[in-house]
């Protein structure tokens, strides 16, 4: 459980890291080759499309992060909320995230959210 609370950290905090090298590295550590990643805005494949999708939201939301306020975990898949905050810590979004995992890796993430 202590691995995938990790990794949540980690991707979490690559929504707000602009070293776009640096994020695409702590990317690969956490998800599988064929990873996987939809919301109600895209769909996209692996850790380069989702780093540019990063980029995207850090040019678009200046300043904004993401704090995980629940995470539960089991049979190698997990249902994750979270609240999205501006530069001024202010509550501006909440969604929740399933995932799901192979051999310890994120192997698909399917957002929702408003």
């Given at each position: 459980?202590?691995?995938?609370?990790?990794?949540?950290?980690?991707?979490?905090?690559?929504w707000?890291?602009?070293?776009?090298?640096?994020?695409?590295?702590?990317?690969?550590?956490?998800?599988?080759?064929?990873?996987?990643?939809?919301?109600?805005?895209?769909?996209?494949?692996?850790?380069?499309?989702?780093?540019?999708?990063m980029?995207?939201?850090?040019?678009?939301?200046?300043g904004?992060?993401?704090?995980?306020?629940?995470?539960?975990?089991?049979?190698?898949?997990?249902?994750?909320?979270?609240?999205?905050?501006?530069?001024?810590?202010?509550?501006?979004?909440?969604?929740?995230?399933?995932?799901?995992?192979?051999?310890?890796?994120?192997?698909?993430?399917?957002?929702?959210?408003?």
């Amino acid at each position: 459980m202590e691995r995938n609370n990790q990794i949540w950290e980690t991707y979490s905090e690559s929504w707000s890291n602009d070293n776009s090298i640096n994020r695409i590295e702590e990317l690969r550590k956490i998800m599988t080759e064929d990873f996987e990643y939809r919301d109600p805005n895209i769909v996209l494949n692996g850790c380069e499309q989702l780093s540019d999708y990063m980029f995207q939201f850090q040019e678009k939301y200046k300043g904004a992060y993401f704090t995980i306020t629940d995470f539960q975990f089991h049979n190698n898949r997990s249902l994750v909320n979270w609240n999205m905050l501006n530069a001024q810590n202010q509550v501006v979004s909440k969604g929740t995230d399933f995932a799901m995992y192979n051999e310890g890796k994120l192997k698909q993430i399917i957002g929702f959210f408003k």
